[in-house]
């Protein structure tokens, strides 16, 4: 082999030891933006659908307890629509985040203790409403305030 020869194979050996580099580097660039970037395109709409069910329970809270304040049976009826109105939203929400925002087998479980939890809830609400309604203030209250572990 001649040194010309020899100076070509070095200068393409270098050549693809330089495309392999810049390839690597391209891939590990590629990844690590992906990693990064995760907490964008994952966490961020994750707390922020999270934080609209939390607003949603938090009012539907508010109604029940407006609901069992209130005397006026035409009140109590205007406040079970809002109610109802509420509690689609929040389960609205709640589908949205199981549907394309829970990653792994950990986020399944807790999102599931969730919905248990919303599940005992609802059972409780029921109740409060339908004694509320039968003007059973006292007996409403009481229901409400021993749900407190729900």
Known sequence: MTVAKRMYLLILVAGI?????AGLGYYQMNRIYNITNYSNVNSAPSIET???ALAHFEKLNGLIWQHMATQENTKMVAIEGLVVAEHNALTDALKRYEDTMIT?????????ADRLALAAYDEMGASVLTVSLANKKDLARDTLLSGSEV
Do not use: N, T, V, Y
């Open 17 to 21: 030891g330089l495309l392999s580099l």
């Open 50 to 52: 999270i934080d609209l």
């Open 104 to 112: 792994d087998d950990e986020d399944k479980e807790l999102f599931l």
